[in-house]
């Protein structure tokens, strides 16, 4: 475990430190902070649980039942990420991937949402069982990452 500069609690594990330097997460989630209040306004609740974060990054296959973007579930299922509660996420890595190539901004997006509704992170994403995903969400989600990899991160 390596706790994340520039955050009060926030943690990530991994099993290879060089893998994601906790520095370029903290980058990622700074950018992220500051992409979310500029589309969605501050919020104490979204800034308060991201500094106090869990971040597992691993490269094991996890799989279930879940949702894809639009909303359509689907049973056994391969995840690229999972926000297990509002304040801890896993996300899966490959070796020499950017952190704009993971799920880390999409898992981020649903450990916000979580911190704000307090009851789930919009799992179902656009769908209609869940509320707090919209299409703003995935456009944050796509130029941020794409911000990211112009940074190399």
């Known amino acids: 475990m390596i706790q994340i500069p520039g ?33 969605f306004g501050i919020s ?25 973007v639009d909303g359509t579930l689907i049973h056994n299922a391969s995840f690229s990420g999972l926000t297990r509660t509002a304040g801890m996420i896993w996300v899966k890595v490959s070796t ?9 901004i999409h898992e981020l997006v649903h450990a916000s949402i979580w911190a704000i509704k307090g009851t789930d992170g919009d799992p179902d994403h ?7 995903w919209t299409v703003e969400h995935q456009l944050l989600i796509q130029e941020l990452n794409e911000d990211l990899c112009r940074l190399g991160i």
């Open 7 to 39: 955050l009060n609690s926030a943690w990530e594990i991994v099993s290879d430190c060089e893998l994601y330097p906790a520095e370029k997460v903290s980058i990622a989630i700074a950018l992220f902070q500051l992409e979310w209040a500029e589309r």
């Open 126 to 132: 656009l769908g209609l069982k869940h509320y707090g």
């Open 96 to 104: 020499h991937e950017l952190l704009c190539e993971t799920s880390l």
């Open 44 to 68: 104490d609740r979204v800034n308060t649980n991201l500094d106090a974060i869990l971040i597992e990054f691993s490269s094991e296959d996890r799989g279930g039942s879940g949702y894809s």
